[in-house]
């Protein structure tokens, strides 16, 4: 039996100890609105960031993780390793996280004919593809 979605659509979560730090990268840098707050006792903490009509959900846990995510680029582990966002400013973003002090593992090229692609990471190692189509 296959999925019926209910909504067309892909919300992702990320896990954090540094919430300033992802709201930096999320909503100040990339301008994703937040959407919505929710704290859950003895839980954790998250904020949600408006991506289109996709939700981000950056989680703060109350009991900081036992481990953290490889920071050696998306393919150095297994799993779910970077989110794809496209955008139209693409140089502007990638300048505007770099002069932030964001590590830039890919800066902008040609991906293929009328495809550009960067990709940054946030304070945590996460891995973010920023795609302009032209």
Known sequence: MSAILQKPLL???LVTTNLSAAHRFYGELLGF???GEVEFPEVGFIRRYA???????VFV????????GSR??????????YLT????????VVAALADAGFKIPVPVRELRPGVLVAQAEDA??????LTQEN
């Open 124 to 129: 945590d190692g996460n891995t973010v593809e």
């Open 61 to 68: 846990p109350q009991t900081p993780p036992a481990a953290e």
């Open 85 to 92: 966002i496209y955008i139209s400013n693409l140089e502007a």
């Open 33 to 35: 609105p937040v959407v």
């Open 51 to 57: 991506v289109g009509d996709s939700i981000l959900r």
């Open 11 to 13: 919300d992702a979560g």
């Open 72 to 81: 050696e680029g998306f393919a150095s582990q297994t799993g779910i390793r």
